[in-house]
């Protein structure tokens, strides 16, 4: 009867989707230095499909001055949602160039779906209210590394 049950729940186990099985924030990745303007970010990178799909998940906080970015491997319309998502986060999608193509605020604990206005590379997620605090629009340009090779 135990054997029986035990194989159930790894069959349940493996009906929940990895994401959803995690349950704890990644605060492990690798992190780059940006900057929009005067202000400086330091975001943690998530840059393999494993990473991208936990995103910030299950995080409690986060620091004003933190975030996260997004790398893809080639620019196409990027969607976000918010599902075990505890932040409320604002998503800047960016081109290549560092350039922000559009800013979408996000509500958390949701799956409304939020995409680019146009295919991009990258999208940074700040806490909600970041942007707009410090008057950084659609158009504004982020620097750092991985903006520097399509500058020059």
Avoid at 22 to 36: H, I
Avoid at 64 to 86: D, K, Y
Avoid at 92 to 109: H, K, S, W, Y
Wanted: proline letters at 5%.
């Amino acid at each position: 009867m135990f054997q029986r049950f035990a194989a159930l729940l790894l069959f349940a186990a493996s009906l929940i989707g990895p994401a959803q099985a995690q349950q704890q924030p990644q605060t492990d990745l690798a992190r780059t230095k940006l900057s929009v303007g005067l202000y400086k970010i330091d975001a943690q990178v998530a840059q393999t499909p494993r990473q991208r799909e936990i995103g910030l998940m299950f995080r409690k906080e986060m620091p004003q001055s933190e975030g996260m970015i997004f790398v893809f491997e080639q620019p196409a319309t990027q969607c976000f949602w918010m599902r075990n998502t505890l932040l409320p986060l604002t998503a800047a999608f960016v081109a290549d160039d560092g350039r922000i193509v559009n800013l979408v605020d996000m509500q958390p604990m949701t799956e409304n779906s939020h995409c680019s206005q146009e295919p991009v590379r990258y999208v940074l997620e700040m806490n909600q209210g970041w942007f707009a605090k410090k008057n950084i629009k659609k158009g504004a340009k982020l620097g750092g590394e991985l903006f520097a090779a399509s500058r020059r």
